[in-house]
């Protein structure tokens, strides 16, 4: 077939000199198109980057703000106006053999460690750190204390700290980006969700303003995925160990999935559990001392002044004397190391509202003026607290609350349940049945038995019961079916104090109005304050006899509360003999029962505990650690005859008896004490010697100053030193004595003054004055006491809480295999650690035992080995051996009678 088409010439030519210009104008326009493209995406990635800083920015702003209502006395004065600096009671230094020895001062060489009982270390000066120092290691926190000992102060000032890019807290932690939620916030999603970030964001969104809120999902996964989160989780202290296990595992997937998460959790002295499983380094947080508590009633005192007094409605209140007479009166008490205690007795004193001296007698005034004009409130309050007390359940749904507050509603008032809902739960059984049908299944039915038979609860027919609620909890299995996050499922614009719903009554909403309850998300509700939650349980349950369910729960925050609470108000002769009826080796149930006393006034029943309580002072089997905590508990009791008992003590040939008196003098600062201590100081035993020195400076009056000034200008060597250690821990007389005996012409107090200078490690001027020693001082002895006295401040950072490598990694565990001929492998370490432990030296058992307790699950296996050395000679071994069983207990290891074991 032939093509042969006709092509005009001049029309191709044309056209090919056209394609030829197109294709060299597309070769000059390329790379101006390419950097034109570059150039967009620059300003995308600008405005992409602009906007997450523009919404960290906003988020920072916003944990600023809500974070300042986060304390009991928010309704009066901001977290930033009202809290002090949170400390930490500073762990010991890890034993690391053939390491680095550490510089001990005289508290460490004197008293054990006592994380649970912190009040000894307040009154010892026992050294103390700072959050921020305690997380420089890279090392995630468990901070333990008892309710009431700001550790939600603690870590809201932390939160808050961390949003401002507080520089103080160092560079890495200053970049994080807080997250701060509650453990009753977490709504746990299924298990084969696979959006955990959710979680936080239902905790956090209705605290943060819609403009974060809408892009609160993308930035918690932006934050996490960048390792940049500073997770704080409040509250995990006041669930039983029924109902956080599965938040703990929740967490652990969350630290799993985003390795370069921090985290920061509470817990309680009872329950260590989150500890292994989240790889937490437990810290205790340090008591208050009375300087701190000067401080801080100085600042309440201030602020009082100028936001209430100055509010028109303060014309009302009371007059009232001089801030400074009503400070010295609120300072003369026991219960300046809780500083919500404190709180609630300077709230009332200042307030006129005062009901006593007691804690028992200030939450009732707080209780009282939060819920006045509330109908029926108090009753109500108690019900439901000894309900989710008994129940192990502190965090309720909404709808089983309103059903259960509802038979106290004013019956005026109009209510927001439906028709057909019941006007109130069915009446109330009588006390002892309840108990018949909560210990079915118990195996504390025979001693709760003879409780019951030989108390007032069986005298009490007719009084009304407690019943458990057939609604407590019933929604919360169906809690999690909806995976959507929760302003999703809530829908948008309802807030979490929307209360119009038709499952939830009148008295709810004005209780969460006023701060004692609060809304949980979830529908969920709870007591505001763990103490609070407690004071009102035992209350309840002291008034209808009812705390000897109390007795089989696991140990928790709940349990120890209602039971000091419990024992406040009512008789609890016969429980208490079933708590001092205690094989356990830590007489963990003795120590509960040890805090009673201080709560119950003149009650029948207390006489005969504290004399059971002095008995065990006596007992030279058990250790120091645990007749020193039975000693603050006596100092602490109120009674005032106890003074006499820690004088007695001093005359006493054992060595431990005379330590432990001495001790209890200066707990219970017994003036009337201070001649027989002056003569201690001389004993032959370095021990007592060094605790007279503390006792007297914590007595604190003239007499007792001069005696430790004595000892420092003509003592040998070792008390010399003793006494300006001791002088360390007095801001006023002591200080200046230390900055005087400085420049006295005597060689042996320069170089003692310079031991005392050494513990003053947060004071600048003390570390001026000792660099200044170091250089200028004539004599070459106190020069170099000045150098090793920094270098002991240098080495307190063997005490921050640090990271452990694998322990088959461990350089003297492989050290310690090698002299046996062995090696150590993961599979073995552990076999290892054991074989040091029975057959190392004291060192190497020290150590040993260091590392059991971070690891509570494998000393199963060695609990009779520990058992041994805590039934063993005394000394600094036993007292190891006592804090290691202490924190694997508390870990939730079960710790069997030594007669189990064979011990």
């Not at 829908?491 to 709810?508: I, P, Q, T």
């Not at 001092?580 to 505990?609: C, K, Q, S, V, Y």
């Not at 007592?688 to 003509?714: M, Y």
């Not at 020693?773 to 000045?786: G, K, P, T």
Request: hydrophobic content about 45%; aromatic content about 6%; charged content about 20%.
């Amino acid at each position: 077939m032939n093509f042969d088409l006709p092509i005009d010439p001049i029309s191709f030519w044309v056209g090919f000199a056209a394609g030829m210009l197109l294709m060299l104008f597309f070769q000059q326009v390329r790379p101006i198109l390419r950097q034109t493209r570059q150039a967009l995406g620059e300003q995308v990635e600008t405005v992409k980057a602009g906007l997450s800083t523009s919404i960290e920015t906003r988020y920072r702003q916003d944990v600023l703000k809500f974070m300042q209502a986060n304390h009991l006395a928010a309704p009066l004065f901001s977290l930033d106006e009202l809290s002090l600096p949170a400390a930490l009671l500073a762990p010991p230094a890890p034993v690391v053999p053939e390491g680095e020895i550490p510089i001990e001062d005289i508290v460490a060489l004197t008293l054990p460690y006592l994380p649970d009982w912190p009040e000894v270390g307040a009154v010892y000066g026992a050294a103390k750190m700072s959050l921020a120092e305690a997380l420089s290691g890279g090392g995630d926190l468990l901070l333990v204390g008892r309710a009431g000992s700001g550790k939600t102060v603690a870590l809201s000032r932390l939160a808050l700290r961390t949003a401002r890019r507080d520089p103080e807290l160092g560079e890495e932690l200053a970049a994080r980006v807080p997250v701060y939620v509650h453990a009753a916030e977490l709504v746990l999603p299924p298990k084969d969700h696979d959006k955990p970030l959710d979680v936080f964001y239902n905790a956090l969104a209705e605290k943060v303003s819609t403009l974060v809120e809408a892009q609160l999902p993308q930035f918690l996964e932006a934050v996490f995925s960048g390792g940049l989160a500073l997770l704080i989780v409040d509250g995990l202290d006041e669930l039983p160990p029924t109902g956080h296990s599965g938040l703990i595992e929740f967490l652990a997937d969350v630290k799993t999935r985003y390795p370069g998460v921090r985290l920061v959790a509470a817990a309680a002295p009872e329950d260590i559990s989150a500890m292994e499983p989240l790889g937490l380094h437990p810290v205790a947080m340090a008591a208050w001392d009375r300087e701190l508590a000067a401080r801080f009633l100085e600042r309440w005192a201030a602020l009082w002044q100028e936001h209430v007094l100055n509010e028109p409605w303060a014309a009302a209140l009371p007059p009232l004397p001089e801030p400074m007479v009503l400070n010295g009166w609120l300072l003369d008490s026991d219960d300046l190391a809780s500083p919500l205690a404190l709180t609630l007795k300077a709230w009332a004193t200042y307030a006129g509202d005062t009901r006593g001296p007691r804690l028992a007698d200030a939450l009732d005034a707080y209780v009282r003026r939060m819920t006045a004009g509330i109908h029926n409130a108090r009753p109500a309050m108690e019900q439901l607290a000894a309900q989710m007390t008994l129940t192990l359940n502190p965090n309720i749904a909404r709808n089983a609350a309103g059903r259960f507050v509802s038979s106290f509603e004013d019956p005026t008032a109009p209510s927001d349940l439906p028709a057909e809902a019941p006007a109130e739960i069915e009446g109330l059984a009588e006390f002892a049945d309840e108990l018949d049908a909560l210990l079915e299944t118990s195996s504390f039915e025979d001693e709760i038995e003879e409780i019951k038979e030989g108390s007032a609860v069986a005298e009490t027919t007719g009084a009304a019961a407690f019943k458990v609620d057939p609604f407590l909890g019933a929604d919360l299995d169906a809690l999690a079916e909806d995976t959507r996050p929760e302003k999703a499922r809530r829908g948008k614009g309802r807030k979490a104090d929307d209360v119009s719903g038709r499952s939830v009554r009148r008295m709810l909403p004005e209780l969460v109005k006023s701060m004692i309850l609060a809304y949980r998300p979830g529908s969920r509700i709870s007591f505001s304050h763990p103490v609070v939650a407690g004071y009102l349980a035992g209350r309840g349950l002291a008034s209808r006899g009812g705390a000897a369910p109390l007795l089989p729960q696991p140990p928790w925050t709940g349990r120890s509360l209602a039971l000091e609470f419990v024992a406040a108000a009512g008789d609890v002769g016969a429980l208490m003999n079933a708590m001092l009826d205690d094989e356990d080796p830590l007489m963990r149930r003795t120590l509960i029962a040890a805090r009673w006393p201080r709560h119950a006034g003149t009650a029948a029943w207390r006489a005969n505990l504290l004399r059971a309580l002095a008995g065990l002072l006596q007992r030279e089997d058990l250790s120091i650690g645990l007749r020193l905590r039975l000693s603050t508990a006596l100092a602490y009791s109120g009674e005032k005859s106890i003074g006499a008992l820690f004088r007695q003590m001093l005359s006493a040939n054992s060595i431990s008896v005379r330590f432990l008196g001495i001790l209890g003098c200066g707990l219970s600062r017994s003036a009337k004490a201070v001649p027989e201590l002056a003569q201690l100081l001389y004993d032959p035993s370095p021990q007592v010697s060094r605790a007279a020195a503390l006792a007297l400076v914590a007595i604190g009056d003239n007499p007792s100053l001069e005696a430790v000034t004595s000892a420092l200008l003509q003592g040998d060597e070792t008390l010399r030193k003793s006494a300006a250690e001791a002088l360390a821990n007095d801001p006023d007389e002591g200080f200046a004595v230390l900055k005087d005996g400085a420049t006295v012409d005597d060689l042996a107090v320069r170089r003692a003054v310079v031991f005392g200078l050494a513990r003053l490690r947060s004071q600048a001027w003390a570390r001026e004055l000792l660099e200044t020693i170091q250089v200028e001082d004539s004599q070459w002895v106190v020069r170099n006491a000045a150098q090793q006295g920094l270098e002991a401040i240098g080495q307190f950072s063997l005490r921050v809480p640090r990271p452990q490598p694998p322990l088959h990694e461990t350089g003297w565990l492989i050290k310690f295999a090698s002299d046996q001929g062995m090696g150590v492998t993961e599979k073995t370490a552990w076999e290892t650690a054991g074989l040091a432990l029975r057959q190392g030296s004291e060192e190497q058992r020290l150590a040993a035992m260091d590392l059991l307790r971070q690891r509570p699950s494998a000393a199963r296996n060695l609990l009779r080995d520990l058992y041994g050395i805590l039934y063993g000679p005394e000394g600094e071994m036993r007292e190891s051996a006592f804090w290691t069983l202490w924190q694997v207990g508390a870990a939730g290891v079960d710790l069997p009678s030594p007669e189990q074991l064979g011990v």
